[in-house]
């Protein structure tokens, strides 16, 4: 399984994003059931997407997340294009759908 690079400050945030034309945040807090639950599954679903850069934030941590994405609960996942929100998932995640989601942009950013 790939591993998420940890975002630990929103200027770490800023730069992940600039430097990765694709890059993917992985939102969450230490207490949720579900993002801990779902994190490992991201993680394996990420797989099918090498060129996509993944990064997890911890919203405790980096409160100013919040407002910098206008975030309002946790998980969130978030694909950003050239910095760009192309994709939210937030709370109830389907990993199925996202899956779905992700193929059609990589598939037309990257090829097959």
Not at 76 to 86: M, P, Q, R, S
Request: with cysteine; charged share 25%; proline share 4%.
């Amino acid at each position: 399984m790939r591993d998420f690079h940890e975002l630990n400050q929103l200027s770490e945030i800023e730069h992940f994003i600039q430097d990765h034309e694709l890059a993917f945040l992985f939102i969450s807090r230490k207490n949720c059931s579900v993002c801990i639950g779902l994190k490992p599954q991201i993680q394996q679903l990420m797989e099918d997407f090498p060129k996509i850069a993944i990064g997890y934030v911890d919203a405790d941590q980096v409160p100013e997340i919040a407002g910098r994405f206008s975030i309002f609960t946790v998980p969130v996942l978030l694909l950003l294009i050239d910095g760009k929100e192309y994709i939210r998932e937030a709370r109830i995640v389907h990993t199925d759908i996202l899956n779905q989601k992700l193929k059609r942009v990589y598939e037309n950013m990257v090829g097959n």
